[in-house]
């Protein structure tokens, strides 16, 4: 099946006064039709930085310096703004973490709705409107006629995040790209939005690439984990795989410092120890080897290669490398 995105060798660069900071470098993953890709990592591990690059929303002084997206058999790097503006909205919606930096406070929910529609599918205001209502009808906002003519402090915070993603889905987007969604919000509103995102998605088909750092969020919803660290993909995999067979030592780390849903019984949480990197430098060889209790001589000298450990399971470590030798067999036994 042809991807509906693919992302191959991303590079992102921020060029401030105190140096450049190399945010994604060389990322390449895939997200094929109605599929849902969780994003996952720390702050800083450049997977925020990626979801706005496919919108090609990068702010300034970053830029995209590599690579290519292809979205639906077109290069979106290559695309002029005026069609890029055309794809977003219309073929890629997109929800954030929180709703009023998305939404117009000085506009009713009804007319910044009607206005995306009218905009990309070419209504009359009046149909425009009644699909206005029609959207919040279907992310389950009670009595939609009257509440299309409200403005956004008028909603509760789990009600702003259903008119965002009644927004985001007015066009019926290819897809979502979803930026942390339910992180402000309480833990039942949370799992209602979740639901709703899930059963839109089998409802509409789309696509959802998911950006968190809540594995319960990834557990419940997605399909496939992409794990980033120091602006790389160092591991990929389909969701039970990454909980269950975790290849890479970063995201065993990563598993054992946020609280696992797929974990049996309780444990406790471990920090990973350490910090993330300094991006202004590109390491010379694994970007985590200062913080790897596996850490090898060859891993801060040369970049890991990326290995094949399982169906659609991909990791970027030497212990997975026959060349690792020793090393690497032990790691794989007591794994
Ligand atoms: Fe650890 Fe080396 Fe693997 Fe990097 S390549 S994760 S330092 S073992």
Redesign the pocket.
């Known amino acids: 099946m042809q991807p509906l995105l693919e992302i191959i060798g991303l590079e992102v660069n921020f060029y401030t006064h105190a140096g450049v900071v190399h945010a994604v470098r060389g990322s390449s993953f895939a997200v094929q039709p109605g599929e849902t890709v969780a994003l996952v990592g720390e702050s800083g591990s450049g997977k925020g930085v990626t979801a706005l690059a496919v919108m090609r929303l990068v702010p300034r002084p970053g830029r995209i310096d590599g690579g290519r997206i292809r979205f639906d058999g077109r290069d979106l790097t290559a695309s002029s703004d005026p069609e890029m503006r055309r794809v977003r909205g219309a073929e890629i919606g997109m929800i954030f973490q929180d709703p009023m930096s998305s939404l117009n406070p000085t506009m009713t929910v009804g007319r910044q709705i009607a206005e995306m529609v009218e905009k990309h599918r070419g209504l009359s205001r009046k149909e425009a409107m009644d699909r206005a209502a029609e959207m919040l009808a279907l992310v389950g906002i009670p009595n939609p006629r009257t509440r299309l003519g409200q403005y956004p402090h008028e909603f509760s915070g789990g009600m702003r995040q259903r008119v965002m993603i009644a927004m985001a889905l007015a066009c019926e987007p290819k897809l979502l790209i979803a930026d942390e969604p339910t992180t402000s919000l309480d833990v039942t509103i949370q799992a209602q939005i979740l639901d709703l995102m899930a059963s839109l998605q089998s409802r509409l088909g789309m696509a959802i690439l998911l950006i968190t750092h809540d594995l319960g969020i990834v557990a419940r919803l997605a399909d496939r984990v992409v794990v980033m660290y120091a602006g790389q993909v160092?591991e990929q995999a389909p969701v039970d795989d990454l909980f269950h067979v975790t290849r890479?030592?970063?995201s065993r780390a990563l598993l054992r410092a946020i609280p696992n849903p797929q974990a049996e019984g309780r444990r406790d949480l471990e920090a990973i120890p350490g910090s993330p990197p300094d991006l202004y430098r590109e390491p010379e060889?694994?970007a985590?080897?200062p913080r790897?209790a596996?850490?090898?001589e060859?891993?801060?000298r040369f970049a890991?290669p990326e290995v094949e450990v399982g169906a659609h399971h991909v990791s970027?470590?030497?212990?997975l490398d026959l060349r690792a030798g020793q090393w690497g067999r032990r790691?794989l036994e007591a794994n």
Do not use: I, K, Q
């Open positions: 160092v890479h030592p970063y060889g694994c985590f080897a790897c596996f850490a090898m060859v891993c801060a890991p970027r470590c030497w212990l790691f």
